[in-house]
């Protein structure tokens, strides 16, 4: 097996160092409501991104590793309004803000 010279392992270490670069600075990025990188509420995801529409979005709003995201409803048309679906919510959905005022309406 052939041994790398000292300039291909120099390239090699160079775009590792860029993808990593590329990652953390895409981290720094506002969530576009993706899985992969999920906004931190509706209310952020309308603010950082004002052509987004009502619709399902993902949301992380500890901010941390968006493994622990989830599948929200953003209703954009009411100033960035987050409806929690299914498991989160009882028989009513609950409307959160980002300040944590509450509103709640029934499931038809």
């Known amino acids: 097996m052939a041994s790398l010279s000292n300039l291909e392992l120099q390239v090699l270490n160079l775009q590792?160092?860029?993808?990593?670069?590329?990652?953390?600075?895409?981290?720094?990025?506002?969530?576009?409501g993706t899985?992969?990188?999920?906004?931190?509420?509706?209310?952020?995801?309308?603010?950082?991104?004002?052509?987004?529409?009502?619709?399902?979005?993902?949301?992380?709003?500890?901010?941390?590793?968006?493994?622990?995201?989830?599948?929200v409803v953003c209703n954009m048309t009411l100033g960035g309004w987050t409806i929690l679906p299914g498991r989160y919510a009882t028989q009513h959905t609950t409307l959160l803000t980002q300040h944590g005022r509450q509103s709640t309406s029934v499931v038809n």
């Open 16 to 32: 590792g160092e860029m993808l990593w670069t590329r990652h953390v600075l895409q981290m720094m990025l506002p969530g576009d």
């Open 35 to 71: 899985w992969q990188r999920p906004a931190k509420s509706c209310k952020h995801l309308m603010l950082s991104h004002p052509s987004k529409t009502d619709g399902p979005y993902y949301i992380d709003p500890n901010g941390g590793d968006a493994d622990d995201c989830f599948k």
